[in-house]
């Protein structure tokens, strides 16, 4: 029971290339510092991430994109990164844009087991391209498929050897889902804490969804965007 591992490196010795990867966090809150890291360091290649955001230029996903290590991303928004924007004009990176409730619901249902569901966004527009679409109760609907990966990368404040996971605030975002969908979740923490120490009623995450778990370091949690009021 006891999921510890002593580094990041170490949490990738199966990460192959050409796997889906599922990222947790929104914008640059609540992402996986350490892990992604580690990718960049592994070298691998041919990825699919899934992540709400494509990080920044030089920072989270970015730092992949500038290896060149990424070949699709599925995501909802990405407008603070300009390298991915000229990748993906340059045909050099696959795109494909959900919705955010879509994507968040397309996760739920991957790990749920739902194969796919249907939901009214994005009905009449490109996102519906290509895509079955059905009437119910005189409203059209478009089906959309859930997600799995093969990994999933989750940021959490604290967690235990058991691989118990406790969110802080907004940066829980898109980890708990993705900490369900996945078939090898590894989960980065900013303090490891014994077992006992949480709250059974406090836990976001329970530890049978983890298969790995580490204490990061050096997190730089940057702001994407700083916008403060004029004086």
């Avoid at 070298?43 to 990424?70: C, E, P």
């Avoid at 968040?104 to 996102?127: H, K, M």
Wanted: charged share 25%; glycine share 12%.
């Amino acid at each position: 029971m006891d999921k510890r591992i002593s580094s990041p490196h170490d949490a990738l010795a199966n990460l192959h290339d050409g796997a889906t990867i599922l990222m947790g966090g929104f914008g640059l809150c609540g992402i996986p510092e350490n892990l992604i890291a580690a990718v960049r360091r592994r070298g691998s290649k041919d990825l699919t991430v899934v992540s709400n955001n494509a990080g920044v230029d030089d920072f989270g996903i970015g730092l992949l994109l500038q290896n060149r290590q990424v070949k699709k991303m599925i995501s909802t928004y990405v407008g603070e990164n300009k390298l991915f924007e000229k990748l993906v004009t340059n045909g050099e990176l696959e795109l494909e844009l959900n919705p955010q409730g879509t994507l968040s619901e397309r996760l739920r249902a991957g790990g749920a087991g739902i194969p796919a569901f249907y939901t009214p966004t994005g009905y009449g527009t490109l996102v519906a391209e290509g895509k079955e679409t059905r009437e119910f109760d005189g409203r059209q609907y478009v089906m959309e498929r859930g997600i799995r990966g093969n990994f999933a990368f989750v940021k959490a404040h604290k967690g235990d050897r058991w691989g118990n996971l406790v969110y802080r605030k907004t940066s829980r975002n898109f980890n708990p889902m993705m900490a369900t969908a996945a078939d090898y979740v590894i989960a980065e923490v900013e303090e490891l804490v014994e077992l006992g120490q949480l709250d059974p009623d406090q836990i976001h995450t329970p530890g049978i969804y983890v298969d790995a778990i580490f204490q990061g370091t050096h997190y730089e949690k940057r702001i994407e965007r700083r916008t403060v009021r004029k004086g």
